[in-house]
């Protein structure tokens, strides 16, 4: 066989191969094989839930970009910031996550649960008598009537009591995420 006839043999395989491709591209597809349009009719989901949604999920990284997209529509409010802190502590950013739930903790629309997760922050970094006091203002500001609060006012009342006998080592706690923006903090086992 020549170098002519191995080259036209190729091109006749290669054309019936791409006979059997669907003629239509890549929006022909009506099997759902791709990913569908974005329908610029509709109103956009809100950033902020947005945010929450990818935090539920464990998508710490893209909560951080939703809820910067929705400070720049709707501002840094406090359930921004909270927002912003709770998927910085997703991440162990907790120095990050410090500041913000401080300024979150600032505004006047601050609800218990920021300051909940400004506890949990302080917890973390080993500064229970400070935790102790934010996990009591949230539990005043919540009327006791939140389990969640009470308990992680329950172990930093504990740790600050035991703190005395505790070893640095023994300091090994595991948040567990209760609701869109709370968290408990429990004993590592």
């Given at each position: 066989m020549n170098?002519?006839?191995?080259?036209?043999?190729?091109?006749?395989v290669l054309a019936s191969g791409l006979a059997a491709c669907s003629s239509g591209g890549l929006s022909a597809s009506s099997d759902g094989v791709y990913a569908p349009g974005v329908?610029?009719?509709?109103q956009a989901v809100d950033g902020v839930?947005?945010?929450?949604?990818l935090i539920a999920?464990?998508?710490?990284?893209?909560?951080?970009?939703?809820?910067t997209r929705a400070a720049l529509e709707n501002g840094m409010d406090a359930e921004?910031?909270?927002g912003l802190g709770t998927a910085n502590l997703g991440l162990g950013r907790l120095g990050q996550a410090e500041n913000l739930l401080r300024r979150a903790v600032a505004e006047p629309d601050a609800w218990p649960e920021i300051y909940n997760n400004l506890g949990v922050v302080?917890?973390?970094?080993?500064?229970?008598a400070e935790?102790?006091?934010?996990?009591?203002?949230a539990y005043a500001l919540d009327d006791g009537?939140?389990?969640l609060i009470r308990d992680n006012l329950r172990l930093a009342l504990a740790k600050s009591e035991n703190s005395v006998t505790v070893e640095p080592e023994n300091n090994n706690y595991k948040l567990v995420r209760r609701g869109s923006s709370d968290y408990l903090i429990r004993p590592a086992s």
């Open positions: 170098s002519a006839t191995k080259a036209a043999l190729v091109a006749a329908d610029t009719r509709k839930e947005v945010g929450h949604r999920a464990g998508e710490f990284e893209l909560a951080i970009k939703a809820f921004v910031l909270s302080l917890m973390e970094r080993g500064k229970t935790a102790e006091q934010i996990f009591r203002k009537e939140s389990t």
